[in-house]
């Protein structure tokens, strides 16, 4: 009676491998699916950034070509006439003599 038999104790070990065997595809799986959902998630945040930077990128360009217009010399005349200012004829410069202007 004390004695255990080879081929159960053989049958044992291969059901324990076996089940460890299973165990390890089990926790496997389990690591490459959240893995997997990881990238997944990774891509769809990627996706949103590109076309955020996209959105960017044409608004940049609209403020851009808007800048543009508003400093071109046809919108900046027109404003000019519309302060009524009164049109330079003749300039004169101040000349400096030799002499000093201060003294300390």
Known sequence: ??????KKSNI???KLVNLFLIAL???SGGFYLIGMNNLVVKGFELQKLKH???SLANENQEISTH???LESYHNIDS???DLNMVAID???YLTATDEVIAKR
């Open 79 to 81: 404003k000019l006439r």
């Open 52 to 54: 955020q930077a996209e």
């Open 67 to 69: 800048k543009v217009a």
């Open 25 to 27: 595809i089990f926790v």
């Open 12 to 14: 044992f070990k291969i």
């Open 90 to 92: 003749k300039i004169e």
């Open 1 to 6: 009676m004390g004695q255990i038999n080879p």
